[in-house]
């Protein structure tokens, strides 16, 4: 999960914190064999120590696509971010090939997820309709959506994953968690 040499019971948060400053680049979070539960209140805690101080939503998204995409080795994870609210959606930072650049509110997941303002998980993307195909190797892809302090939609955390079925409601609820660094932090409104 971190370095070779560390354990987690000596990784405290201020540790983890000091970590991070020391020698950033080292840090390898792989969250992969590690039970749901357990993954995600670990990735949070790495959230919160690398924002710290950081209230600019480019850098939250920036930093949240990272740490979750290599966590967990998904195929793209990224944000797609409210650029006219209730109508369209365009891509923010993330991991991955290339992603489709504007999404209509209602179309695909991303645009399901932001227009019903709920999350949404496709076990199977061939069997979600209007899904839209940005890498063809996706099978399965969970949509989360990210609110700011005041409940504006700011847009939404989008995962694709190269095996069916590779989320559940754990996997909602972590990222959920997850995103509330964005409610906590920014006031876009
Ligand atoms: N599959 C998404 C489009 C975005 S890409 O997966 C990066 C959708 O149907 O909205």
Redesign the pocket.
């Known amino acids: 999960m971190l370095l070779a040499t560390e354990t987690r019971a000596c990784v405290t948060p201020n540790r983890l914190r000091s970590l991070y400053v020391i020698r950033m680049a080292e840090i390898t979070l792989d969250l992969r064999t590690r039970p749901k539960g357990e993954a995600y209140r670990e990735l949070a805690e790495h959230v919160d120590v690398v924002l710290d101080g950081i209230n600019d939503p480019i850098a939250g998204m920036a930093t949240i696509s990272a740490l979750v995409h290599h966590a967990f080795g998904y195929l ?1 994870t ?1 944000f797609y971010r409210v650029a006219e609210p209730g109508r369209l959606l365009r891509v923010g930072p993330y991991q991955g090939m290339l ?2 650049l504007e ?1 209509a509110f209602g ?5 399901t997820a932001a227009a019903e303002r709920r999350t949404v998980i496709v076990a199977d ?1 061939n069997l979600f309709p209007g ?5 063809a190797r ?1 099978r399965s ?1 969970i ?1 989360v959506p990210v609110t700011d302090s005041r409940g504006a939609l700011l847009g939404v955390l ?1 995962i ?1 994953a190269e095996s069916p079925g590779a989320f559940g409601p754990r996997d909602a609820e972590g990222l959920e968690q997850i995103v509330k660094w964005f409610a906590r932090t920014i006031n876009a409104s």
């Open positions: 793209w990224g992603g489709c999404i179309s695909g997941v991303c645009g993307v899904h839209i195909t940005c890498d996706a892809e949509v989008d694709d």
